[in-house]
């Protein structure tokens, strides 16, 4: 005997260093209340089944009701020389109910209980990050409502484009959170999935009732194959890839924060609270936190690609390289959440200086497409009109003038089809409210897609 779980047929105690090498516990101790749900739940089929009497099953359940009330209050706390969380448990029910502690683990592996225990906690912890990424996408639609009519250069390639609103340009991240979100959903439905029951890997000769602990646990189905069940760990696969797409598309909007808050665009000030100053230059306040989250994006793409390479040629069935699982999960859920948070309190208190996009606008060429589009209206080509606006635009730059300031005479001296009205269609609002159709900027299309926004929030 070694005073282990499985200690029967050692002679020798593990050595210090396999101890240390093997313990899982400084990791998965947070499992803890997810394994004492699945416990419970074995243990009152247990009694349903006949396994366990009506009474060693009640005293059961009750022993771990007591041990959870225990490490709540911090009356109980895990030992440090632990192998993991499922023997720590075990450990304290029987510290409490001595021999009947050791009928729990009937018909039960800690292969199948660990793949339990991760779905559990796993489908709580993705719904509450669902639940962030909703907060920041109200924060996002809340803020966007304000700014239907504020008008800033849109870009690509970083170059002036077109005018754009400024709450498209915020709404364009609320879409993208909502796919995040989507996926979420659509990840838990494979996570809640039940596989106690399937025992080390063949599952087991006693007569179970897995779609009753299935119910118990809100689980909708339960696996289909022991193995399977046992040894997949495609689900954190899945959530840390919905992760790190979560990151990806925090990253752009750090990266804009940074760049916005750059005295070149001066677009949005960071509040003080969320802004931190240099050691040596006074004047500084800088935008670390949105440099962060651009940052750690490092971090949950590691999480993904370690998960998918410790499950690489893995055999059938349960193997020791799994519990690697889950640091790599803690690290991309933990990264990831924290992110989103502070993404909202970042947001929150940014102030926008809509008068500096405003004034970013002017003069900026961006008005071209439409000078060139009035042309097109009046029947020239598209492409010969694109020309004509070239040489406009040519004409303005080497005269210092911005397109909007030139006069009819002017614009008549580069085509005739120009009239008065040529100026009025090219001033900034104007070629904001032009941008009519399906999922353009111009105010009565993002107004839709407000309100299309405020209904995706009402849904789950
Ligand atoms: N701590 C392990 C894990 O997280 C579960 C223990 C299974 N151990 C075993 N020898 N089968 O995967």
């Not at 366990?52 to 007591?66: F, H, Q, R």
């Not at 109910?97 to 199948?112: E, I, P, Q, V």
């Not at 993705?126 to 409502?145: M, V």
């Not at 990831?336 to 208190?349: D, F, H, W, Y």
């Given at each position: 005997?070694?005073?282990?779980?499985?200690?029967?047929?050692?002679?020798?105690?593990?050595?210090?260093?396999?101890?240390?090498?093997?313990?899982?516990?400084?990791?998965?101790?947070?499992?803890?209340?997810?394994?004492?749900?699945?416990?419970?739940?074995?243990?009152?089929?247990?009694?349903?089944?006949?396994?366990?009497?009506?009474?060693?099953?009640?005293?059961?359940?009750?022993?771990?009701?007591?041990?959870?009330?225990?490490?709540?209050?911090?009356?109980?706390?895990?030992?440090?020389?632990?192998?993991?969380?499922?023997?720590?448990?075990?450990?304290?029910?029987?510290?409490?109910?001595?021999?009947?502690?050791?009928?729990?683990?009937?018909?039960?592996?800690?292969?199948?209980?660990?793949?339990?225990?991760?779905?559990?906690?796993?489908?709580?912890?993705?719904?509450?990050?669902?639940?962030?990424?909703?907060?920041?996408?109200?924060?996002?639609?809340?803020?966007?409502?304000?700014?239907?009519?504020?008008?800033?250069?849109?870009?690509?390639?970083?170059?002036?484009?077109?005018?754009?609103?400024?709450?498209?340009?915020?709404?364009?991240?609320?879409?993208?959170?909502?796919?995040?979100?989507?996926?979420?959903?659509?990840?838990?439905?494979?996570?809640?999935?039940?596989?106690?029951?399937?025992?080390?890997?063949?599952?087991?000769?006693?007569?179970?009732?897995?779609?009753?602990?299935?119910?118990?646990?809100?689980?909708?189905?339960?696996?289909?194959?022991?193995?399977?069940?046992?040894?997949?760990?495609?689900?954190?696969?899945?959530?840390?890839?919905?992760?790190?797409?979560?990151?990806?598309?925090?990253?752009?909007l750090s990266e804009e924060l940074i760049l916005w808050?750059?005295?070149?665009?001066?677009?949005?000030?960071?509040?003080?609270?969320?802004?931190?100053?240099?050691?040596?230059?006074?004047?500084?306040?800088?935008?670390?936190?949105?440099?962060?989250?651009?940052?750690?994006?490092?971090?949950?793409?590691?999480?993904?690609?370690?998960?998918?390479?410790?499950?690489?040629?893995l055999p059938l069935s349960?193997?020791?390289?799994?519990?690697?699982?889950?640091?790599?999960?803690?690290?991309?859920?933990?990264?990831?959440?924290?992110?989103?948070?502070?993404?909202?309190?970042?947001?929150?208190?940014?102030?926008?200086?809509?008068?500096?996009?405003?004034?970013?606008?002017?003069?900026?060429?961006?008005?071209?497409?439409?000078?060139?589009?009035?042309?097109?209206?009046?029947?020239?080509?598209?492409?010969?009109?694109?020309?004509?606006?070239?040489?406009?635009?040519?004409?303005?730059?080497?005269?210092?003038?911005?397109?909007?300031?030139?006069?009819?005479?002017?614009?008549?001296?580069?085509?005739?089809?120009?009239?008065?009205?040529?100026?009025?269609?090219?001033?900034?609002?104007?070629?904001?409210?032009?941008?009519?159709?399906?999922?353009?900027?111009?105010?009565?299309?993002?107004?839709?897609?407000?309100?299309?926004?405020?209904?995706?929030?009402?849904?789950?």
């Amino acid at each position: 005997m070694t005073g282990k779980l499985w200690g029967g047929a050692f002679d020798k105690p593990t050595h210090a260093e396999v101890e240390k090498f093997t313990a899982s516990i400084g990791v998965d101790g947070r499992l803890w209340a997810a394994d004492i749900l699945g416990s419970q739940a074995h243990a009152r089929m247990l009694g349903k089944v006949g396994v366990l009497t009506a009474d060693e099953s009640a005293k059961i359940v009750a022993g771990l009701e007591a041990v959870r009330a225990d490490i709540t209050s911090g009356k109980a706390v895990f030992s440090p020389d632990a192998e993991d969380v499922h023997s720590e448990i075990e450990r304290l029910l029987t510290e409490r109910l001595g021999a009947l502690a050791g009928k729990l683990h009937t018909a039960r592996s800690r292969n199948d209980q660990v793949a339990t225990a991760t779905r559990l906690y796993l489908r709580g912890e993705a719904q509450s990050l669902g639940g962030d990424l909703r907060a920041l996408q109200t924060l996002l639609a809340d803020t966007a409502e304000k700014h239907v009519e504020t008008i800033l250069p849109g870009l690509t390639h970083t170059q002036h484009a077109q005018p754009v609103s400024l709450a498209h340009h915020l709404l364009a991240y609320f879409w993208m959170f909502e796919r995040d979100v989507a996926r979420l959903v659509s990840c838990v439905e494979r996570v809640n999935v039940l596989p106690l029951g399937s025992a080390a890997l063949a599952g087991t000769s006693f007569p179970l009732d897995r779609k009753m602990v299935a119910k118990d646990l809100g689980f909708a189905s339960v696996t289909e194959n022991s193995l399977d069940a046992v040894s997949d760990r495609d689900f954190v696969v899945e959530f840390l890839s919905d992760c790190a797409q979560v990151m990806t598309h925090l990253s752009r909007l750090s990266e804009e924060l940074i760049l916005w808050s750059a005295p070149e665009f001066g677009f949005v000030q960071l509040d003080d609270s969320v802004t931190t100053g240099s050691s040596i230059m006074p004047q500084k306040k800088n935008p670390d936190v949105a440099e962060l989250i651009r940052g750690k994006v490092g971090r949950v793409n590691g999480a993904l690609v370690g998960v998918l390479t410790t499950l690489k040629a893995l055999p059938l069935s349960y193997n020791r390289d799994l519990q690697e699982d889950k640091t790599f999960l803690f690290e991309g859920l933990d990264t990831t959440r924290a992110s989103v948070r502070l993404m909202s309190l970042m947001l929150s208190n940014a102030s926008f200086k809509t008068e500096r996009m405003a004034k970013a606008v002017e003069g900026d060429f961006s008005n071209a497409t439409d000078l060139a589009d009035y042309l097109v209206r009046k029947g020239l080509p598209f492409r010969q009109a694109h020309e004509v606006v070239g040489r406009a635009v040519r004409y303005c730059l080497e005269r210092k003038l911005a397109l909007e300031a030139l006069t009819v005479a002017q614009l008549k001296e580069l085509s005739p089809l120009f009239e008065a009205d040529a100026l009025a269609a090219i001033q900034p609002l104007a070629v904001l409210h032009a941008r009519t159709s399906e999922g353009g900027t111009a105010p009565v299309r993002v107004k839709e897609q407000l309100a299309a926004a405020r209904g995706a929030l009402t849904r789950a």
